[in-house]
């Protein structure tokens, strides 16, 4: 992360300038999806998990997320209640998590529920909107993360009979293999019947049920992008992020959130050549982190424009509106007139 200074010009100086103002008043979070223009400027970079840990510490009243809806989310819910969230584009949204919308996951879980007589705990991805989120508090289950997506599944299996893991079915998938419950303890929903379609048989018996979502920018990753990797670069490691389908995490020789990816990247030997599987900005990140000791590669160049749509001059035109907001103003045929009458006080009782 690199912090802009004040002699910068443009946006970037711009930016610097307002921050200068505002203090600690302000502070920026960013994913390590985001592009480096936007990158530069955060007090803070980090994964869904890493940021989410990081709002109760802040001072700022004004914290300003730049990433995806759902994180911006998060963190409003995390604030305090004289802090306010900020999302320099309120159209970045996730599309996994648009593939699990509030009122289909309730039917699809109460009808499951009701259907089965079974006590069906759900457990959401991080990557939710907020009203997935509070279905899935009502119905006594829980939110994780890549990073701990195995230890919250066997708490999901403790507490009932059987888990609904929702949105992304490759992080299902590969937590679920992790875990050695078996192909034919898992039921692949077909949500569009709310639930309906689901041969009863396999629910009675099923300890997981899998949300049909998915990441596209992970997903589009195959196993014929790992086998040209391998052919072309003999002796490469190969790490990819749990949203993989699991025929490529297989193969891969790590898999893991983006902190883990970043630590294997760390980790590795000098001169290693190491194949990354996760969204283009953070793999051209740690390409130029560790260049020249270590050649770091996209196993496919998959960029998630969702978080693309936060840029360096929406970000500054979100700061620019936090400080209008912060300056008070008279209007300017009022402020020559009772500036004289001031003036006229503060000589008099000089
Ligand atoms: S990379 Fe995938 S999971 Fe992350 S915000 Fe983009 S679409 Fe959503």
């Known amino acids: 992360m690199q912090q802009s200074s004040g002699t910068e010009t443009g946006v970037a100086g711009q930016i610097a300038m307002v921050r200068e103002v505002m203090g600690r008043r302000i502070a920026i979070l960013a994913h390590h999806y985001q592009h480096d223009d936007v990158v530069r400027h955060a007090d803070i970079v980090g994964d869904s998990l890493e940021l989410a840990r990081r709002i109760e510490g802040l001072k700022a009243e004004y914290i300003v997320f730049c990433g995806v809806s759902f994180m911006a989310e998060t963190a409003a819910i995390l604030a305090g209640p004289y802090q306010s969230v900020r999302l320099p584009d309120m159209e970045a949204d996730c599309i996994m998590a648009a593939m699990a919308p509030a009122r289909r996951v309730e039917n699809v879980i109460a009808h499951l529920a009701g259907s089965t007589g079974r006590r069906i705990i759900p457990l959401a991805y991080v990557n939710t909107s907020a009203e997935v989120k509070a279905v ?6 829980a939110v994780c993360t890549s990073a701990n997506a195995a230890r919250m599944m066997e708490w999901g299996l403790a507490q009932g009979d059987a888990v609904c893991f929702l949105p992304d079915k490759n992080l299902a998938a590969n937590t679920a293999d992790a875990l050695g419950i078996a192909e034919d303890e898992r039921v692949l929903l077909d949500v569009r019947g709310d639930g309906r379609n689901v041969d009863p048989v396999a629910a009675g018996r099923a300890r997981l049920f899998v949300w049909p979502g998915m990441c596209a920018i992970h997903h589009r990753m195959r196993t014929e992008h790992v086998a040209a990797a391998r052919a072309a670069h003999p002796g ?3 790490v990819v992020h749990p949203e993989c389908r699991p025929e490529v995490v297989k193969l891969a020789d790590a898999a893991g959130s983006t902190r883990r990816i970043i630590e294997f990247c ?3 030997p000098g001169g290693a050549t190491i194949i990354v599987g996760t969204e283009l900005n953070l793999v051209q990140r740690l390409a130029a982190r560790h260049a020249p000791d270590k050649r770091i590669l996209p196993l496919l160049p998959s960029i998630c424009e ?6 360096e001059e929406k970000l500054l035109h979100c700061l620019q509106k936090i400080l209008s907001e912060c300056r008070v103003t008279v209007p300017e045929e009022l402020s ?4 004289l009458s001031i003036t006229r006080m503060l000589e008099a009782c000089a």
């Open 236 to 238: 490469a490691l190969l």
């Open 306 to 311: 969702n978080m693309g749509k936060i840029t």
């Open 266 to 268: 760390e980790q590795a």
């Open 136 to 141: 899935v508090g009502r119905l006594g289950g």
């Open 336 to 339: 020559e007139p009772a500036r």
